[in-house]
């Protein structure tokens, strides 16, 4: 999976949203590659992770596994 760099917590996790909570992920960081806008992206492998899976993509200073959160679409709205 390719995410921006911000996503990556240490080296080695991210954190996907599930059940409107965070869960941290330990991930393999397999590398970088340029990014589709500006920047470059990082290259993770996790077992774990499956299709459909929505990952935390900014930098959260306090993120823990369990955190609340809501997501929020494109248009600023959030989504149930």
Not at 10 to 28: F, K, M, P, S, T
Request: no cysteine; aromatic share 4%; glycine share 8%.
């Amino acid at each position: 999976m390719a995410l921006p760099p911000q996503a990556l917590y240490g080296n080695d996790r991210i954190y996907r949203l599930v059940n409107d909570q965070l869960e941290a992920i330990n991930v393999v960081r397999l590398g970088s590659r340029p990014g589709a806008e500006q920047g470059s992206e990082i290259l993770i492998h996790s077992e774990v992770l499956q299709p459909g899976d929505w990952v935390l993509t900014t930098q959260l200073p306090n993120a823990i596994s369990g955190l609340p959160i809501r997501r929020i679409t494109d248009s600023g709205n959030s989504t149930p």
